[in-house]
């Protein structure tokens, strides 16, 4: 086969490798005869790839050989338990194993994947997830927090203090996708997904199939809270240096700065262990003085999608026409 694909098959199925050793061949390539297939629990990845072995191999070790081969063609052949790999200028045994009980969770999957009822998923999904990865919980105790909600046309994610909201433009079936998967499942550029009794599948057009271990709960209505009234505020470019300037003395004892908008100009401003520092920059605006205190990184990424910010009494949002962001104000 040539070698480029071999690699950009094992790049798309890597993130389904066990970060930590805890059962050995959850950090091995499994190849199936017809897929080559990761498995960590959590999630599997699975993607089309003929071969005439069946076999476990160490993803670290086949990886790094085979992203160090410049020649365009690789051969891969089983023998005497080995996984033989050569080249015009290489030649390479691993070693390979056999899990039958993780062969046996494996072909569960692949037996819910060929009776899988497969949807096509909404244009924007991915673009949805991927901004909404930022409010999601990063608590394991905060159980469906941790993930993004999918139900009809609303994409939400919170941790409490943040939500994020986006519209998607066709309605979806009920998930949560924990959003610690959401960038390595968006980067298969998923089109379909189906949804069996424990896990859920994303396809995309290259038969390259991310199942992901379903997660059960409620979510809370956090949409309610979008709906307040409070001053308009337009935000300069030279707010988001000051954020810049002051985030540098943010620390997780104090991860806040303090905002105060009067009479056209803002002043961001930090005191800390560390020491002090003040920003101030200019903004049109005559309304009445308003001072909060609110997380940088957040305004930060608030404001990457709008420089119009509306600010109530404890709480700032910003509103596009398919998406919204609100956090809770310190003080």
């Known amino acids: 086969m040539k070698t480029k694909e071999l690699l950009s098959v ?8 066990a970060a930590k050793n805890i059962i050995e061949s959850m950090t091995y390539f ?13 999630i599997s990845i699975q993607h089309q790839l003929q071969t005439d072995f069946a076999l476990f191999v160490k993803a670290q070790d086949l990886y790094n050989l085979v992203s160090k081969i410049t020649t365009k063609d690789i051969d891969l052949v089983e023998k005497d338990g080995k996984l ?7 030649k390479a045994k691993l070693s390979t194993i056999n899990d039958s009980e993780i062969k046996i969770r ?9 009776k899988a009822k497969w949807k096509p998923l909404s244009e924007n999904f991915s673009e949805s997830v991927k901004v909404c990865v930022y409010t999601a919980s990063k608590q394991d105790s905060d159980g469906t927090l941790t993930c993004i909600y999918v139900n009809g046309k609303n994409c939400i994610s919170s941790d409490n203090a943040r939500i994020s909201h986006s519209i998607l433009k066709s309605d979806m079936d009920e998930m949560f996708i924990k959003a610690s998967e959401v960038q390595s499942l968006i980067n298969t550029n998923p089109t379909e997904y189906a949804i069996s009794n424990s896990w859920l599948h994303f396809k995309n057009e290259e038969g390259c199939i991310f199942s992901i271990r379903k997660v059960s709960g409620e979510y809370p209505d956090f949409l309610q809270f979008f709906e307040f009234e409070g001053e308009k505020v337009e935000l300069s470019k ?4 000051g954020i810049d300037l002051t985030s540098v003395l943010v620390d997780d004892s104090d991860p806040a700065i303090k905002f105060k908008i009067s009479n056209n100009s803002t002043l961001l401003s930090i005191k800390s262990d560390g020491g002090t520092v003040t920003h101030r920059s200019k903004i049109k605006y005559d309304g009445k003085d308003i001072e909060f205190t609110i997380n940088p990184e957040f305004l930060k990424e608030m404001m990457r999608h709008s420089s119009t910010i509306i600010l109530g009494k404890d709480k700032a949002k910003l509103k596009t026409e398919n998406f919204s962001l609100l956090t809770t104000l310190y003080g």
């Open 238 to 241: 030279g707010v988001l240096e």
């Open 30 to 42: 499994y190849f199936s005869g017809t897929n080559i297939i990761t498995y960590n629990d959590k």
């Open 84 to 90: 033989n790999i050569s080249c015009k200028t290489m």
């Open 106 to 114: 494996i072909d569960e999957i692949s037996t819910l994947i060929e």
């Open 10 to 17: 094992l790049n798309k199925v890597k993130p389904g490798i």
